[in-house]
């Protein structure tokens, strides 16, 4: 099946969605948004819960999911995160969700294979691109450096080290960038084919050595999973003052925070159990005892 081809109108109209939404929450020109993405989330309310899930034999995992629930007449929105995936791939699938969230698309589960012939999934992916790193701003990057609109005429190593910056600097993942260089026409085909296919993540390859001497911190940790059990600071903060003001018990608070990987201990409560539950213990065990008898 062909990948699916994104109109002119289609492309203006998420370019200026995004242009909008990143405006709206105090990106403006050449501000990356990168580590940021998290923050964004707390910023509209969305609950963020991070789990690692691997991939079944040759069945990718999926790499995020957007879901609704209501609550006491409260619409709560959660995004669901595979922190088993690489970092950078984490801060573009969660740009990936926020158009689904914007554009009120439903809930939804991203996976890799579904996406290039999916006219939604390809807008989505689309909007992450111009929500990390819009045209403009990128075109804007090239003239500047090479005082033309074309690399054409540029050579290999060059395009890699131009990438690698790009790539520690908007956090955006090296094929994303690959591929938005060729959109902007910045690149021909038979250079977007022949960066395509270089071996990025490796450590020890031509790319992987450039980055590391331009940012050794910022490449390790864009090319490693978290595999991160939990959700956002403030959304435990939640929990927690929901416990301080009684609105759910010591058994819930404790549940609560195991399904996030922290325990009451960690935040200075230590959970006792009452005499009643000693007593129901005791008498259970007694019971247990007279019929073996």
């Not at 062909?2 to 002119?8: A, D, H, K, P, S």
């Not at 989505?124 to 090479?146: G, Y």
């Not at 759910?248 to 159990?273: H, Q």
């Given at each position: ?232 600071p403030n959304k435990i903060e939640v929990i927690i003052r929901n416990f301080e003001d009684n609105l759910i018990d ?44």
């Amino acid at each position: 099946m062909n990948q699916i081809m994104l109109n002119e109108v289609q492309i203006d109209e998420i370019r200026k969605l995004a242009e909008e939404k990143r405006r709206s929450l105090g990106f403006v020109g050449e501000t990356p948004i990168a580590n940021d993405i998290f923050t964004i989330l707390d910023k509209l309310d969305i609950m963020l819960l991070e789990y690692p899930i691997e991939p079944e034999g040759d069945r990718p995992a999926f790499s995020a999911a957007i879901m609704y629930s209501e609550e006491s007449n409260k619409k709560l929105t959660f995004i669901g995160l595979n922190t088993a995936d690489y970092y950078d791939k984490q801060i573009f699938a969660i740009a990936h969700e926020l158009y689904h969230y914007y554009t009120k698309s439903g809930s939804h589960l991203s996976r890799p294979e579904y996406e290039k012939n999916n006219l939604i999934e390809v807008k989505a992916n689309r909007f992450a691109a111009e929500f990390l790193l819009p045209e403009t701003v990128l075109e804007s990057i090239v003239l500047d450096e090479f005082k033309t609109s074309s690399l054409e005429k540029i050579q290999h190593k060059t395009l890699l080290r131009f990438i690698a910056r790009l790539h520690c600097t908007w956090w955006l993942p090296y094929r994303s960038l690959v591929r938005r260089l060729h959109e902007i026409g910045t690149i021909s085909s038979e250079q977007y084919a022949e960066l395509y296919v270089v071996d990025e993540r490796n450590p020890r390859g031509e790319y992987g050595k450039i980055s590391q001497a331009i940012n050794k911190e910022v490449f390790l940790k864009l090319n490693q999973p978290t595999k991160n059990i939990g959700t956002s600071p403030n959304k435990i903060e939640v929990i927690i003052r929901n416990f301080e003001d009684n609105l759910i018990d010591e058994d819930k608070f404790a549940e609560t925070l195991s399904l996030f990987n922290k325990t009451p201990d960690e935040f200075g409560y230590e959970i006792k159990v009452s005499q009643d539950d000693l007593d129901e213990l005791d008498a259970f065990f007694s019971e247990e005892d007279d019929d073996e008898n």
